[in-house]
């Protein structure tokens, strides 16, 4: 999936007054890209992955994927986006309580209408978690979370998948190990990978790398 | 100071979250103003009982009394003066005057004594004029209001008096009562003089009733304050429950708190003392308005509650309420009670986690998971006890322990249930979005068991009374269309203006059924006998339950007699059984019939029998029975042929839709509890997920991520709260059907002796679960206003990495 971002800005109100976050980014990914996007705490990284996952909007600037700016998208049109077009992972909280592991991970698939459950399967075999499909999110271990979360992700077969800090709690080989999935599991849907990072080391890995600081992209 | 610094420390959570402080006093309020209410209540009718048997019926003396409680000839008390005794003699009875129906009671003023405050309730000066004829009635100014055209004795009216009772002159009594020679009881002075012969002695054949024993009226309405003070604690439980529910998420969410002041050195138990103090605090200002909001409820309540006491068991009750200190005592002490037994768990928790453990407010509730084993067998323990008491039990407390055995089993089986049924559902689901919404419902059911449990039982208590009273009405409407056959009621005010309307009437009507009736002991029970003409009305309109196949015939030939439903059932007659009526005078029982909101016994006798072991019976009464055309026109001649007051030309609808409006006002009192309970057991559910969508975040969030839009969310979180009011008010429906069916099989034959059949009517259960539709959607608003206006920043900050 093709990403396009032109001047794009974002603010916050603080207890302080008013916090600029981005200060204009640009950015370009091309299809099947796997980008790394790293910088300071507080440099804008999480807020520029959630622009891109249609999770909030912009003040200013167009963020253009697939074709269309969904800066413009209403709350609906955007939440179909995410829906069918994002796969997201974050630090934590990824997983939906209530759903066991089995249902976790078909979940988005289903929501996206692309459920699949032989491919389903092979995920939860190459992530190792086969053992675990009855479980629920609190009777799994950090790590094991994020296998699942990745599971889920890559079960709908994304064009774009948005990584927040995937691998920030978990120790280096978890972490290792994590990475590689996705890596490998994106490059082989074709999924253009968009990853949050204080990791020198993982963003090294990926094919390209994007610092962030003050809000604007060296 | 270090503790003060320590209190605001904690104070400060409940600045920060005003409206979980507001949930948990109004719940406390609210607990306590239902109890407090009911309490007051009942002290104000016990008060009335205990004033009514201190004025009336002397009861801080003793009093000798006949055993069988047949007559005492007026002999006894004169051998008893004769032999020194300081007595005094007693005759009671009702006697209607005209339309109106006193409690007469006859007096000797000149030996009663002086202790009893008889003799000083305003006769003073007009003591010759109360003891000579043509004698005087000493009444209260509503009676007398009452007795105002009914009678020609003079009337002294007294403010110390009670309602529907009369003072007169023990002579004067005899002779209204048609009882010369004969006394009810024999009070005993205090002061009595020394070596006088033992009244065992003077008087073998009657026994001595000890000072404030029991009332008649006390032991009759014991089963109606039972009714009461269940309904008060039914709403106090289901307050309780917010209670606990506010409290344990409370303690929860001030872990931090409680760990940081550990860690600066507050004791636990200085900790300890804070929180326990903070509660009293809490559960005294809570109470204080729970203890104003009762008496008000009291206040609104009890002129209908006096209207019952009155229709129901001939209590006489002021409808205005008096502060007594027993009630509103009580209502401070249920509060601290209950808010200390609903924080007990959170306390225990506190002194017993780690110092350092981490709060999970997101997993409070859950540890109701852990128990939910015991809580299935608790359940099935209390069901099946409820069963074993039903087969086996006997009594009014038997039968209030049935209905809270099912109510408390059923309710905590309620969580595992819908526990079930959801699973079931997320099961047989396919759609992804339909399956998480069981999901995360069943996920809900810790936090919400509590309310959820608590609108069940107010639900059931709804269903279940409502059936009763519903089911109640409808019998009695067709009670009294059989038992009020008559198109009209007339009373003579004299006997010689009996007799000319019976010679009046002999060519005007179809029929003439005199409604005569006397006072008598039956098996050591005040009892009426009335006595009936053999008319095809009785054969075709009286509600008989069982009967011989010529019960009528016996009845008119005077070997049998009917016994209404009450006598029957405590008496465990059977047919065939013989009574002993009067002297020599016995006849079998040939039949029973119903006699619904009449608190005594009743025998019905051929009237020929009655007036001829009873000469001297009133024959003031009549039903006419005539064409319905033609009871306007008979109406307004006997107006002019006799100048009889309307009161006392009453025609029959007039009569039915006067029973229908008492019976009305009598179950105002269980209607208006009822909709007190369902508003506790609401704010319950308000407060329950209030409380939740605090926490809902983390569990809607990763949804909204994926593609799920906040409107969607919002619209399935109502459908969520609807789908658990619904859910519960289905599992209600049986409860409430088996709650009616113990009112009616069990409680109501042992505190009144009847039994009513049951029918159902869901049209009134549709407007319950529109009520509770209502409810559900009201205690769903805020938090989904909460969800709907949440900015996507809020929903991040669920995934950020740096909050």
């Known amino acids: 999936m093709v990403i396009a971002l032109r001047n794009v800005r974002k603010s916050y109100e603080t207890a302080e007054g008013r916090l600029e976050v981005l200060r204009g980014v640009n950015l370009d990914l091309d299809q099947g890209d796997s980008v790394a996007l790293t910088g300071e705490s507080g440099s804008g990284k999480s807020t520029l992955l959630h622009l891109v996952a249609g999770l909030d909007r912009p003040d200013s600037g167009e963020i253009v994927i697939g074709g269309r700016d969904i800066s413009k998208l209403n709350d609906r049109e955007r939440a179909a986006y995410r829906r069918t077009e994002v796969g997201l992972v974050f630090q934590q909280f990824n997983l939906v309580p209530s759903l066991d592991v089995a249902a976790n991970i078909a979940f988005h698939a289903k929501l996206a209408g692309r459920h699949d459950p032989p491919w389903e399967n092979e995920l939860v075999a190459r992530l190792g978690i086969g053992t675990l499909l009855t479980r629920y999110p609190e009777q799994l271990s950090i790590g094991q979370q994020q296998r699942v979360a990745v599971g889920r992700t890559l079960a709908a077969r994304p064009g774009l998948v948005l990584a927040d800090e995937p691998t920030g709690n978990l120790d280096e080989a978890n972490g290792d190990a994590v990475l590689e999935l996705m890596l490998s599991l994106s490059k082989g849907t074709g999924s253009t990978l968009l990853l949050v990072t204080h990791s020198q080391r993982l963003a090294d890995r990926l094919d390209r790398q994007l610092h962030l600081r003050s809000g604007k992209i060296e | 100071m270090k503790m003060w610094t320590a209190a605001t420390a904690l104070l400060s959570h409940w600045r920060r979250r005003p409206l979980q402080l507001g949930t948990l006093l109004s719940g406390l309020a609210l607990a306590t103003a239902l109890w407090t209410g009911v309490q007051a209540i009942n002290a104000e009718a016990r008060a009335s009982y205990s004033r009514a048997a201190a004025v009336l019926d002397q009861n801080g003396l003793a009093n000798l009394v006949s055993p069988n409680g047949s007559p005492i000839p007026q002999s006894a008390f004169v051998r008893l003066r004769r032999a020194g005794w300081n007595v005094s003699p007693v005759l009671e009875g009702d006697y209607r005057f005209g339309v109106t129906r006193l409690k007469v009671i006859g007096i000797e003023p000149l030996t009663m004594p002086a202790q009893t405050n008889t003799v000083d309730l305003g006769i003073g000066g007009d003591l010759l004029s109360f003891i000579t004829p043509p004698g005087m009635l000493v009444v209260s100014p509503a009676t007398a209001e009452k007795l105002r055209g009914q009678t020609d004795l003079a009337l002294r009216i007294s403010d110390r008096m009670l309602d529907g009772a009369a003072f007169i002159d023990i002579g004067m009594a005899q002779r209204l009562l048609r009882r010369e020679g004969e006394l009810s009881r024999i009070v005993i002075a205090e002061n009595q003089r020394s070596g006088l012969e033992p009244l065992e002695k003077v008087v073998p054949t009657l026994s001595v009733r000890e000072p404030n024993a029991e009332t008649d009226v006390e032991h009759l309405t014991e089963s109606f304050h039972l009714n009461l003070t269940a309904f008060g604690f039914l709403a106090f439980a289901v307050g309780l429950f917010i209670v606990y529910s506010t409290i344990g998420l409370a303690f929860e969410q001030r872990r931090p708190t409680f760990r940081t002041l550990r860690c600066l050195g507050v004791s636990l138990r200085a900790l300890a003392v804070l929180l326990l103090a903070e509660l009293v605090f809490f559960a005294l200002s809570a109470g204080a308005v729970g203890v104003a909001i009762g008496y008000l409820v009291a206040s609104l309540l009890l002129p209908g509650v006096a209207a019952t006491l009155e229709g129901l068991y001939g209590a006489s009750v002021p409808g205005t309420l008096s502060l007594r200190p027993e009630w509103w005592i009580s209502g401070f002490a249920i509060a601290v009670a209950g808010t200390l037994v609903s924080s007990a768990q959170s306390m225990l928790r506190l002194t017993r986690v780690p110092l350092l453990a981490a709060a999970q407010p997101q997993t409070w509730g859950r540890s109701w998971q852990a128990g939910r084993r015991f809580q299935v067998l608790a359940a099935a323990v209390l069901l099946a006890l409820s069963g074993t008491l039903l087969l086996w039990a006997e009594g009014l407390a038997a039968g209030f322990a049935i209905l809270g055995c099912l109510l408390l089993g059923a309710s905590l089986l309620l969580p595992t249930v819908l526990s079930g049924f959801f699973t079931v559902m997320q099961r047989t689901s396919s759609c992804a979005l339909v399956r998480w919404f069981w999901a995360d419902a069943r996920q809900q059911l810790p936090g919400l068991s509590l309310a959820l449990m608590a609108l069940l039982l107010a639900l059931a208590a709804n269903v279940g009374v409502g059936t009763m009273v519903s089911s109640f009405r ?116 040939v039949g029973v019939y119903s006699d619904y909101g009449n608190p005594k016994g009743q025998v019905i006798a051929g009237l020929n029998a009655l007036t001829s072991r009873y000469p001297q019976v009133s024959r003031l009464r009549y039903g006419l029975r005539i064409q319905p055309d033609q009871v306007a026109d008979l109406r307004s001649r006997l107006s002019d042929e006799f100048g009889l007051p309307p009161g006392n030309v009453v025609d029959q609808a007039a009569l039915k839709e006067q029973s229908r409006r008492i019976f009305d006002r009598t179950f105002l009192v269980t209607g208006a509890l009822n909709i007190f309970t369902l508003g506790v057991a609401a704010l319950a559910m308000f407060s329950s997920l209030f409380t939740l969508s605090e926490m809902r975040l983390p569990q809607l969030a990763p949804v909204w991520a994926l593609g ?27 409860l409430g059907l088996a709650l009616a069916w113990v009112l009616l ?45 949440l900015a996507p920043s809020e929903l991040l900050k669920v995934f950020a990495n740096e909050r």
């Open chain 2, 708 to 734: 799920v839009t906040r409107r969607d969310l919002a619209l399935l979180e109502v459908l969520r709260t609807l789908v658990l009011w619904l859910a519960t008010f289905i599992a209600a429906l049986p």
């Open chain 2, 474 to 589: 409808l019998t009695f409407v067709g009670w009294l269309d059989q038992r009020l056959a008559a198109e009209l009621y007339v009373a003579a005010r004299n006997e010689g203006e009996a007799d000319r309307l019976r010679t009046w009437l002999a060519t005007k009507v179809d029929s003439l059924l005199p409604i005569s009736s006397v006072d008598a002991e039956i098996r050591g029970q005040p009892m009426q006998i009335f006595g009936v003409v053999d008319d095809p009305t009785y054969r075709k309109h009286w509600p008989l339950i069982i009967g011989m196949p010529d019960v009528w015939d016996r009845v008119a030939s005077g070997q049998g007699v009917l016994v209404n439903e009450q006598f029957w059932r405590r008496d465990q007659l059977r047919i065939g059984d013989q009574l002993e009526l009067a002297g020599d005078w016995r006849a079998a029982v």
């Open chain 2, 745 to 789: 099989a069990v409680v109501n034959v042992e505190a009144f002796g009847w039994r009513l059949p049951m029918y159902i009517f869901p049209y009134e259960w549709i407007r319950l679960g529109l009520v509770a539709l209502a409810a559900a959607v009201v205690s769903a608003l805020i938090p989904l206003r909460r969800l709907t206006g």
